[in-house]
């Protein structure tokens, strides 16, 4: 009964919010692929974050932070490509600014649920959360500074590669790595290196676009969209599962 209660609300929140935003829709072509990858990521997102939210009491206590987290994620994803959707069926134009509101808010929750997880198991501080989400701030807005034309591009792309490789330091090599290594929990081992490959492998795709998008060229702007849409699907609902599974293994059950 609880679960049900908890997905009617997540339901009614999210299609609530949806529901201005596709006030005035305008047609979806069915030969229009960036609009039909934004529809279907808009839905995959969905259906992942009520899922994260139902799952909440399948897991111990500890846990239960880093899957509403994930959770919320995927629900603020959710929004953004509803809306993403519709600026671009409206004027087949996908601005960097919409792109970027998503990433400021869910980038910086994806790098705190490293700190959650090891919170999880007793095995994090405050410093580690503060690293993380620097790292993921100067990321951002680095990258955001360049696409959008307000530095130079080059130096855009510099500053947004120096906050992931900083992140990459602190994840394999720094403090947070090193307590994930002696932490002695196998599921938090395992979640931690996936969470690790993901954004190591599934987030080189970000500053791959970059460089072909904005700074060398050969990439149109709609196969630019169709990869970024695959890449947020990807690392966003792959980075929440990789953190359930951990959590109902810690828990030591499984969702019926």
């Known amino acids: 009964m609880k679960k049900l209660k908890l997905f009617a609300l997540t339901a009614v929140a999210l299609m609530g919010v949806t529901g201005v935003a596709n006030a005035e829709t305008v047609m979806l072509a069915q030969d229009d692929f960036v609009g039909i990858s934004f529809w279907v990521i808009s839905m995959g997102m969905l259906a992942a974050t009520a899922f994260f939210f139902l799952e909440t009491g399948n897991v111990a206590?500890?846990?239960?932070?880093?899957?509403i987290v994930a959770g919320l994620v995927t629900g603020i994803a959710f929004i953004h490509y509803m809306y993403m959707r519709e600026v671009w069926v409206a004027t087949g134009d996908s601005p960097t600014v919409y792109r970027y509101i998503d990433w400021l808010i869910t980038v910086p929750l994806q790098m705190v649920e490293f700190y959650l997880i090891l919170s999880a198991v007793g095995k994090a501080n405050s410093?580690?959360?503060w690293r993380l989400l620097l790292g993921s701030v100067v990321m951002l807005v680095g990258g955001y500074l360049g696409e959008a034309g307000y530095i130079n591009a080059t130096l855009g792309f510099i500053i947004g590669m120096a906050g992931w490789i900083y992140i990459l330091y602190e994840i394999f090599s720094g403090e947070a790595g090193k307590a994930a290594a002696k932490s002695g929990n196998k599921a938090l081992v395992t979640a931690f290196g996936a969470m690790r490959m993901?954004?190591?492998v599934g987030w080189a795709i970000y500053p791959l676009g970059y460089v072909f998008g904005y700074l060398t060229g050969g990439v149109d702007a709609e196969s630019l969209?169709?990869?970024?849409?695959?890449?947020?699907?990807v690392n966003k609902i792959a980075f929440g599962l990789v953190i359930w599974a951990a959590?109902?293994?810690a828990s030591g059950k499984r969702s019926k």
């Open 61 to 67: 206590a500890g846990w239960r932070t880093s899957v």
């Open 127 to 129: 410093g580690m959360f």
């Open 198 to 200: 993901i954004v190591t």
């Open 225 to 233: 969209n169709v990869v970024y849409n695959l890449a947020d699907f």
């Open 247 to 249: 959590a109902t293994s």
